[in-house]
């Protein structure tokens, strides 16, 4: 059975840092491309950063560029997001999806790990 | 402000069809990239509903389907049931943006 399972979301106050965790089993790691994607309190979905299979080819969204930093160790089928300098706006679920050679379709996600960024 | 605009919510009742929009703009949906549709059930993981504009995903009935013209792309449900009660999110890749871009999601209320 495939599975995505996010871990490590914690309350953390605004400027700490936290590590997020992506835990794959059930299919070849390593050869998808996978994203962060976030979903604050009453919000809608939100990209926050891809990686491809190689880890040599990295984006992030404008609203975390310089904070967040995505990595991948295919060894361990995980996928990783170190998050810097937190604001209270980052405060929000994150799911790791998988990505398919359909267009930059993310065909299967995980349950989400809540981070809370307060005071 | 989401880069891609969908309406807040729409509603319809058992049995019946409802098309929820999304509209982009020339460095997205009007760049000819792919649009692709999500379902959210609120506490449960996201599922891929259409990829690559109209495409359904193994196991996704074929009441959901999709289409895509100039900026716009499009999902329709037929034969409304309770269980589609969900939010539905957009999804495109942006050429300014370097990056996907999702739509603000349409709440969908079976009557």
């Known amino acids: 059975e495939e599975q995505l399972v996010e871990s490590g979301g914690a309350l953390v106050q605004p400027g700490g840092s936290l590590r997020l965790s992506c835990a794959a089993s059930?299919?070849?790691?390593?050869?998808?491309?996978m994203n962060w994607v976030r979903q604050a309190p009453g919000k809608g979905l939100e990209w926050v950063s891809y990686i491809n299979s190689n880890n040599n080819n990295i984006d992030y969204a404008d609203s975390v560029k310089g904070r967040f930093t995505i990595s991948r160790d295919n060894a361990k089928n995980s996928l990783y997001l170190q998050m810097n300098s937190l604001r209270v706006e980052d405060t929000a679920v994150y799911y790791c999806?998988?990505?398919?050679?359909?267009?930059?379709?993310?065909?299967?996600w995980g349950q989400g790990t809540m981070v809370t960024v307060s005071s | 402000q989401s880069v891609l605009t969908q309406a807040p919510s729409v509603s319809g009742a058992p049995g019946q069809r409802v098309t929820i929009s999304c509209t982009g703009s020339?460095?997205?949906?009007?760049?000819?990239?792919?649009v692709h549709w999500y379902q959210h059930i609120p506490g449960t993981a996201p599922k891929l509903l259409i990829y690559g504009n109209n495409n359904r995903p193994s196991g996704v009935p074929d009441r959901f389907s999709g289409s895509k013209s100039g900026t716009s792309a499009s999902l329709a449900i037929t034969g409304l049931q309770a269980e589609d009660e969900a939010h539905y999110y957009c999804?495109?890749?942006?050429?300014?943006?370097?990056?996907?871009?999702f739509g603000g999601g349409t709440k969908l209320t079976v009557l």
């Open positions: 020339s460095s997205n949906i009007g760049a000819a990239y792919d």
């Open positions: 059930g299919f070849s790691f390593s050869s998808y491309e």
């Open positions: 999806a998988r990505e398919r050679d359909w267009g930059n379709a993310f065909d299967f």
């Open positions: 999804q495109s890749y942006d050429s300014s943006l370097r990056g996907s871009v």
